[in-house]
């Protein structure tokens, strides 16, 4: 008699992350394209679209549709929040590049918005673009009810303020010089710096779709660790790669004498750190099976980028 297969095989779903961020990249570029106009004073317009439409990898955007389609929403109805969160991100990048802050020449493989609109467009594009993210979710999020848009605006509004990214941001100035920053104090930077408003954006596009307080809970748990383990990659990736790569200018830790994870604990430790968040953070998202299958990919992203 032939072999037959078994009537149940184990089921392994596959999932192409490649396909997934490359048809959402170009969704979100899609809507940031459409979502500023070059209208007079031209300027800052241009200003603001120089540094939004640089390229990066919409990581923050494509999770915020992410954690909304988890839940059953719809990414129509996440997508003007997720272009607010890339908003906000490139506002901090303009900053963080300031000479008043991290003085850099170079970011996503371009010269700095200062270099070429010079200080004080640079801070005024950072701030307009900071203000109409806010104004972009109230104003085009369409078929949600109110109540949860205004869950999600104020998210977005702790993560930023002196609660979150300031706040993580003004520690580290503070910290600049020092050689005896702790591990404590530099996960305090970057939980606010970096992690708030990737948290942010799971959060905000989890609350579109009805989270309760139980997929908060988990959610938020999730993309802490995530943005935990994106910021030691980000510092080794700052050890281990080239300027080309990263599209900035790479050792400036280094140059700099920066307290960094890897300076505190090596590459290779600093590594399993890493991954261990990651498989912490996909245990949060276990129960939901197959829907969650983008948001696991998405962690081993994290660990695994080049860039
Ligand atoms: C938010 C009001 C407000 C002010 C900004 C300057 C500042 C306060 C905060 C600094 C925030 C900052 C630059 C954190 C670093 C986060 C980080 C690791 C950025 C790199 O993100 P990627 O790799 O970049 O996702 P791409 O270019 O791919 O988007």
Known sequence: MPQTMPQTMPQTVAFNLDKYLRDLKQEVETALDASIAIIYPEKIYESMRYSLMAGGKRLRPILCLAACELLGGDRAAAMPTACAMEMVHTMSLIHDDLPAMDNDDFRRGKPTNHKVYGDDIAILAGDALLAYAFEFIAAQTKNVPPERILKAIAHLGHAV??????????????????????????????????????????ICGALLAGANDTDID?????ANNIGLAFQIIDDILDITSTSEQLGKTAGKDLTAQKVTYPSLWGIEVSQQKAQDLVEQAKAQLVSYGDAALPLMALADYITARKN
């Not at 520690?171 to 992690?195: R, Y």
């Not at 988990?218 to 999730?222: E, I």
């Open 161 to 202: 303020a002196a609660t979150g990214l300031v706040g993580g941001q003004v520690v580290d100035l503070e910290c600049e010089g020092k050689p005896d920053v702790t591990a404590e104090t530099l996960t305090f930077i970057h939980i606010h710096k970096t992690a708030a408003l990737l948290e942010s954006c799971v």
């Open 218 to 222: 988990r959610l938020s748990t999730y």
